[in-house]
T-cell receptor
Framework: KQEVTQIPAALSVPEGENLVLNCSFTDSAIYNLQWFRQDPGKGLTSLLLIQSSQREQTSGRLNASLDKSSGRSTLYIAASQPGDSATYLCAPYCMNYGGSQGNLIFGKGTKLSVKP | SAVISQKPSRDICQRGTSLTIQCQVDSQVTMMFWYRQQPGQSLTLIATANQGSEATYESGFVIDKFPISRPNLTFSTLTVSNMSPEDSSIYLC?????????????FGEGSRLTVL
C-alpha cells in the first residue's frame, strides 16, 4: 500500500527565506508526482508535475525534484513571500492502486506560514 | 489546463437528507474524479467517472451512498445520500487535462459540506 509522508507538518519562516518541503513515498512504481497548493477552505492548485522519467521541474521560484528509486521528492521555494502561505500537498500518481486505472495518493501536507 | 466549476461552494445540511454537487469543466475530458477531504485530513479518491459507463468506486465507498452521474464529457454530479455528521467534508471534483498522457490533474474549488 502506497503511503505518502510529508515533513515537516508545519513550517513558519520569515519573508525572504529559501525553504525545502519534503515528501517521501513507499512504492516507487509511480507514473508521475504532482505538487499542489491548497489555501484554507479552498480547492487545489497544481504547482508542478514531474513525470517518472524526469529529475526536476521548475516554475518561477519553485523547483521540484524527484528521486523515484529512493521514494523522495522535494519542493524548493526561493525567496518566500507572505502570499506563499498555504498548505502544500505532494501526490504521486500510482498505477497499482484503486479501482480506476490509477490513483493520486496524497500526503497530509506541509502547512507553510511566511511572516512579513 | 482546465477550469473547473463546482456548485454549491458550501452548504449546511440536516442529517438524513441528500445533496447533489455539480462539476462543470470548460473542456471535454474523458475522466473525472471525485475526492473527499475530511477535516484535518488529506484527500481520498471516492470514484472515477467516465462518460457512458458506470463510475468506478474505491474501497470504502459505495454507489448507494455516493451515486455519480456523468451525462457528457464536461459535466458530472456527485450525490451524498442520507447524510450524517461524518459526511462533513470538502468534496472536490478533478479532471485529467494536462496534455496527452501526462496524467496531470486539475481540481475545482471544492464544495464544503457541513451536516448537522
Amino acid at each position: 500500500k502506497q503511503e505518502v509522508t510529508q515533513i515537516p507538518a508545519a513550517l513558519s519562516v520569515p519573508e525572504g527565506e529559501n525553504l525545502v518541503l519534503n515528501c517521501s513515498f513507499t512504492d516507487s512504481a509511480i507514473y508521475n508526482l504532482q505538487w499542489f497548493r491548497q489555501d484554507p477552505g479552498k480547492g487545489l492548485t497544481s504547482l508542478l508535475l514531474i513525470q517518472s522519467s524526469q529529475r526536476e521541474q521548475t516554475s518561477g521560484r519553485l523547483n521540484a525534484s524527484l528521486d523515484k528509486s529512493s521514494g523522495r521528492s522535494t519542493l524548493y521555494i526561493a525567496a518566500s513571500q507572505p502570499g506563499d502561505s498555504a498548505t502544500y500537498l505532494c501526490a504521486p500518481y500510482c498505477m497499482n492502486y484503486g479501482g480506476s486505472q490509477g490513483n493520486l495518493i496524497f500526503g497530509k501536507g506541509t502547512k507553510l506560514s511566511v511572516k512579513p | 489546463s482546465a477550469v473547473i466549476s463546482q456548485k454549491p461552494s458550501r452548504d449546511i445540511c440536516q442529517r438524513g437528507t441528500s445533496l447533489t454537487i455539480q462539476c462543470q469543466v470548460d473542456s471535454q475530458v474523458t475522466m473525472m474524479f471525485w475526492y473527499r477531504q475530511q477535516p484535518g485530513q488529506s484527500l481520498t479518491l471516492i470514484a472515477t467517472a467516465n462518460q457512458g459507463s458506470e463510475a468506478t468506486y474505491e474501497s470504502g465507498f459505495v454507489i448507494d451512498k455516493f451515486p455519480i452521474s456523468r451525462p457528457n464529457l464536461t459535466f458530472s454530479t456527485l450525490t451524498v445520500s442520507n447524510m450524517s455528521p461524518e459526511d462533513s467534508s470538502i468534496y472536490l471534483c478533478s479532471v485529467e487535462a494536462g496534455g496527452w498522457n501526462t496524467g496531470e490533474l486539475f481540481f475545482g474549488e471544492g464544495s464544503r459540506l457541513t451536516v448537522l
